[in-house]
C-alpha cells in the first residue's frame, strides 16, 4: 500500500519550459489537492478535486493546470516555468466522509526554475 | 492578517520538558482544527484532531477556544523525537483546510 506517491522527486527547470508533476493515490479517496510551500509561509492549495471530474482553483492557481486522470491520478502542470514557481510541491488525497478532513501526502517535488 | 498565525520559532527545550504552541485563526466560521507534524524536507503528517472538549494522546494535548480563536498544543515529557515542526489548520470553505506556517521545535539532550 503505497498511499500517495509523487514524480519526480526532484526537477530543474529554465525559465520558460514546462513540465508535468505526476500524482497518484491507492486509498481510493474521492478528493485530491495540489500545494505548494515556501519558506516562512504555510501550505497554500494552487488546485483541488473534489471528486472525480471537478477541478477547482486554490488560493495560488495563476500558473498551473491540472487534470484529474481519473479517481487515483490528479497531475500538475506548469506550461511555462517561472522563478517564482520554484517551490516545493506536495499532493494530497482525502476521503472527506463525515467531518475527518485528514488529508495524506505525498513525499513532494522539489522543484528549482532558474 | 493571515488567516492562521504561529510564532515561527524556533522552542529550544530540553528533552523532559513540557513545551506549549499556541495559534490564532481569524475565521469564526471554522469548523474543524487539527496539528500536522512536519519532519525537516518531509511531507506533513496528521498528529491529532482538535475538538471542542480538548483531546489527550498520550503526551500530546490540544485545547480549543473557540471565544478567542485559538488552538494550542502541549507536549509533555519531550523527546528527542519530537523535534519537528507543528503545523497548526483550520477548516475553510468546500473542505479546503488553511495553514499555518509552522512553529520549529528542537529538542535538545
Known amino acids: 500500500n503505497a498511499g500517495v506517491t509523487q514524480t519526480p522527486k526532484f526537477q530543474v527547470l529554465k525559465t520558460g519550459q514546462s513540465m508535468t508533476l505526476q500524482c497518484a493515490q491507492d486509498?481510493?479517496?474521492?478528493?485530491m489537492y495540489w500545494y505548494r510551500q515556501d519558506p516562512g509561509m504555510g501550505l497554500r492549495l494552487i488546485y483541488y478535486s473534489a471528486s472525480e471530474g471537478t477541478t477547482d482553483k486554490g488560493e495560488v492557481p495563476n500558473g498551473y493546470n491540472v487534470s484529474r486522470l481519473n479517481k487515483r491520478e490528479f497531475s500538475l502542470r506548469l506550461e511555462s516555468a517561472a522563478p517564482s514557481q520554484t517551490s516545493v510541491y506536495f499532493c494530497?488525497?482525502?476521503?472527506?466522509?463525515?467531518?475527518?478532513?485528514?488529508?495524506?501526502f505525498g513525499p513532494g517535488t522539489r522543484l528549482t526554475v532558474t | 492578517r493571515k488567516e492562521v498565525e504561529q510564532d515561527p520559532g524556533p522552542f529550544n527545550v530540553p528533552e523532559g520538558a513540557t513545551v506549549a504552541f499556541n495559534c490564532t485563526y481569524s475565521n469564526s466560521a471554522s469548523q474543524s482544527f487539527f496539528w500536522y507534524r512536519q519532519d525537516c524536507r518531509k511531507e506533513p503528517k496528521l498528529l491529532m484532531s482538535v475538538y471542542s472538549s480538548g483531546n489527550e494522546d498520550g503526551r500530546f494535548t490540544a485545547q480549543l477556544n473557540r471565544a478567542s480563536q485559538y488552538i494550542s498544543l502541549l507536549i509533555r515529557d519531550s523527546k528527542l523525537s519530537d523535534s519537528a515542526t507543528y503545523l497548526c489548520?483550520?477548516?475553510?470553505?468546500?473542505?479546503?483546510?488553511?495553514w499555518g506556517a509552522g512553529t520549529k521545535l528542537i529538542i535538545k539532550p
Open positions: 494530497a488525497s482525502s476521503d472527506r466522509t463525515g467531518l475527518t478532513y485528514e488529508q495524506y
Open positions: 489548520v483550520v477548516s475553510g470553505s468546500n473542505y479546503q483546510l488553511i
Open positions: 486509498m481510493n479517496h474521492n478528493s
